[in-house]
């Protein structure tokens, strides 16, 4: 599923690609693609037409785009904020800007044209796991997604609320690094990458690590997180693209995840694989000992308590 990196890179290619553009027609081609609008797709589709897209933002892995209706049709009974076009990518989903002419894609779900002619947008998604709704007076924060919690390379996410709330977790640091109401936009990829960099075991108690190791693994989620949006994500296939249709190349730079068997970039023992919350976690035996284990370790010049 994407995370930050990825669904940042898709938010600027809808920034460059759509804001400032008038929507003209919505066709829903598969009625799942809008499950979450709860008055279906023809609603869908006659409220979105004539909206004018007013930003394009992001809340962790959602992303939503800010909307304005033609002028005089906003009534005394309209929000004080416009309505938002919320949108979830899943396992799946592509949002694309591409060309009128451009062959409709195998799983296209939802296709926007604009008053000017230009370029549609198209929402295409082969499991159909993503979706889209409209989130009625959401273009600053839709409802939905309020309790998602700001995301580390947000200017105004709190370092020293994150500590704490980590602290007062009683739960492995992976668990609370993908818990999106403590901190968003992580996902399996990135927890195991950051936890890697920090010399961190994915099961260590969180309860157990003090604020200095709290602040050196939240430098390291950030690094990570820089490092995978400059090379625009990690695409292990091409069912993540942004809205040009590229394709990630943060796989190539990528430490633990992923790297079974493979040697550690850092000391050249097997990358180990466990099995975690039905998915997979990849992790360093000698960089980034099981908690059980206890010990330190020397990473990168300093000293890391292990236990």
């Known amino acids: 599923m994407p995370e930050l990196p990825e669904v940042e890179v898709v938010r600027r290619g809808l920034e460059r690609g759509v804001v400032g553009r008038s929507i003209a027609t919505v066709r829903v081609l598969h009625p799942r693609a809008v499950r979450r609008h709860a008055a279906g797709a023809a609603d869908f589709e006659a409220a979105l037409a004539g909206q004018t897209i007013t930003a394009a933002r992001r809340r962790g892995k959602y992303l939503w785009l800010a909307l304005a209706s033609p002028e005089g049709l906003d009534g005394p009974d309209a929000p004080a904020h416009g309505d938002a076009l919320l949108g979830h990518l899943g396992m799946s989903g592509q949002l694309l800007v591409v060309p009128p002419t451009s062959p409709d894609q195998t799983h296209l779900r939802v296709r926007f044209t604009f008053t000017d002619g230009g370029r549609e947008l198209r929402f295409v998604d082969q499991r159909t796991f993503g979706g889209m709704a409209i989130a009625v007076g959401g273009a600053s924060l839709p409802a939905p997604i309020e309790h998602i919690a700001r995301d580390p390379l947000d200017p105004l996410f709190d370092d020293d609320a994150f500590v704490a709330g980590l602290a007062a977790r009683r739960t492995g640091l992976k668990r609370a690094l993908l818990d999106q109401r403590l901190v968003s936009g992580i996902g399996n990829i990135y927890a195991d990458e950051a936890l890697w960099a920090a010399g961190l075991h994915y099961d260590q108690a969180t309860e157990t690590l003090g604020p200095a190791d709290a602040h050196r693994l939240l430098a390291e989620v950030r690094a990570v997180l820089t490092a995978a949006l400059a090379a625009g994500g990690t695409s292990f296939d091409r069912l993540y693209v942004s809205t040009e249709g590229v394709s990630g190349l943060f796989e190539r730079e990528l430490a633990a995840y ?32 099981h908690p059980r284990q206890g010990g330190r370790l020397e990473v990168a010049g300093a000293t890391i308590q292990t236990s």
């Not at 079974?260 to 050249?268: F, I, L, V």
């Open 258 to 289: 992923g790297r079974g068997g493979q040697p550690c970039r850092r000391c050249e023992t097997p990358i180990r694989r466990d099995a975690f919350m039905n998915r997979s976690s990849f992790t360093c035996p000698t960089c980034q000992p």
